[in-house]
């Protein structure tokens, strides 16, 4: 991997654009592993997990014109379409939608002793800072940014008002962009 | 606002402000851009690699979804795909006939709309040739009726005070003993009457038939009535609408031979 040419996010939009395998290979050895994770905290079924990756894949190739830039960043696109299809899939497949809330770091440290885990993208920096994002912090942007609960799902589930679901998502994504900034 | 936009908590209508305001404020943009980004060193900071399998499945499906051209998956992780490439000449081909191929599908339109005005204006054109032939007929018939030899013409004159100027004029033929009546002299019969034609023979009054006053509001100028051995006279009554009677109710007009 270490000849994969790099490109900047306008031009792997313009090459995927025009169906171009070899952005989109790069797109995949770039995101694949993000949002495995994504769907693996979902799923907790590497297999299951692995299968939803592929076919999300898919759909990001078939959808690539649907994507505006103007919306946000690809990565924001790519896991709306994956979360959605693990959603999916999970009700489809029956399974019951669980919430898992990584307040232990025993997660983290998992993940670490894991020899598939993704190694590049400094992923094992920046797992380190984010030991030192609350409990509280990190599971509610788990809910929101992983699980795409609804301001009302992540209140009843936190068992917390309305109002607090907002001021504690504004503080945990402060403090996560302190500690990214600093990585 | 922002941090809960990205993190997919706003509402419909929030979300569509905040798309907003980042279409009109680059430094929104940018905050947007940066929250983005944050979020997503969080994802990729819990990233698992996928196995290396997924990666050769997810090629060989999309390229049994992509289109023609591009071939033989594994050269484009070589670097070099093999592409299939249609030479200019029969681009040019297959742009010139979609062109003919308009502009044919719009002369056709073009063609069928005139056709389907000129079928029109013949149809309209035949149905009035139609009329003048019925109404030359008619008047044929009228003038054979009145020009033949045989034909006696009885005036069939009022005998009702209130309506003193009402007649028609009967021609009788002496030689086939067939009757037509002219009934252009009878006013319009009032709603709910008809005119009905009577001979009388032998003393006694027999139907010759309904008066057909007019005819898609055009007067009928000669119409054939029933006919009759022996006649002394003609009458015309006014009855009920309805079938013919058997005895005449209300005689308005008489005439005889």
Known sequence: ?183 | MLELYCAGLTSAAETADVQQWAKQYPEVAAEIAAIEAALEGYARAQAIAPAASVKEKLFAEINKSTAAPVVNLPSVQNGSARVYSISPAWKNAAAASIVLLLGSLFANYIYYNKYNETSNKLASTQSELNQQKELAQSMDTAMSVMGNMYATPVAVKSIDSTAANMGARIYWMKNTEEVYIDPANLPKAPAGKQYEFWAIVDGAPVNGGVITGEINGKKVHIQKMKSFGKVQAFAISLEDAGPAKTKPDKVMAVGSI
């Open chain 1, 1 to 183: 991997m270490a000849d994969v040419k790099k490109y900047s996010e306008e031009e792997l939009v313009a090459l995927l654009q025009n169906k171009d395998q070899q952005a989109f290979a790069y797109l995949y050895d770039n995101y694949s592993a993000a949002l495995n994770g994504v769907i693996y905290r979902l799923v907790e079924d590497r297999e299951l997990a692995e299968d939803i990756l592929q076919e999300a894949f898919v759909k990001i190739w078939n959808n690539f014109a649907s994507y505006d830039t103007t919306k946000g960043r690809l990565f924001t696109w790519m896991l709306n379409i994956t979360r959605n299809l693990t959603i999916d899939t999970l009700r489809s497949k029956g399974y019951k939608k669980q919430a898992k809330i990584s307040s232990d770091e025993n997660s983290v440290s998992n993940f670490t002793d894991d020899n598939r885990m993704a190694e590049r993208f400094d992923a094992l920096g920046l797992r380190k800072q984010l030991v030192n994002l609350k409990p509280e912090q990190r599971s509610i942007i788990d809910l929101a940014y992983f699980n795409g609960y609804t301001q009302d799902e992540i209140s009843k589930e936190l068992g917390v008002p309305l109002g607090t679901v907002k001021t504690r998502m504004r503080s945990a994504i402060i403090e996560l962009r302190k500690l990214l900034e600093y990585s």
